[in-house]
Nanobody, 115 residues
Framework: QEQLVESGGGLVQPGGSLRLSCTAS????????GAWYRQAPGRQRELVAQ???????NYADSVKGRFTISRDNAKTTVYLQMNSLKSEDTAVYYC?????????WGQGTQVTVSS
């Protein structure tokens, strides 16, 4: 199973920015979808953004225009740039890489938006 290592979470004030990174041991994002999910306390895990192997992107309505998903040229790292953060963005954010017969999750990184 592919290991995904996330970083970049933390505490930020409303209106601030954070960038999350998800690094794999190989260039799996050349072949599989890369995505960010989040889970707030008492809520189900939800898709935030995804990027396909060909570079197409998709976003949850709640983050459109504020968040941007991207990946590096080596296809080993997927990023989530989060701008204009709101308190309702507070959650544990999980990286995911997967396809029809494969799926792997990161350990999660906490994002807290609070003044």
């Amino acid at each position: 199973q592919e290991q995904l290592v996330e970083s970049g979470g933390g505490l930020v004030q409303p209106g601030g920015s954070l960038r999350l990174s998800c690094t794999a041991s190989g260039n799996i994002f050349s072949f599989y979808v890369g995505a960010w999910y989040r889970q707030a306390p008492g809520r189900q895990r939800e898709l935030v953004a995804q990027i396909t192997s060909s570079g197409g992107t998709n976003y949850a309505d709640s983050v459109k225009g504020r968040f941007t998903i991207s990946r590096d040229n080596a296809k080993t790292t997927v990023y989530l740039q989060m701008n204009s953060l709101k308190s309702e963005d507070t959650a544990v954010y999980y990286c995911y890489a997967g396809g029809p017969t494969f799926g792997s999750w990161g350990q999660g990184t906490q994002v807290t938006v609070s003044s």
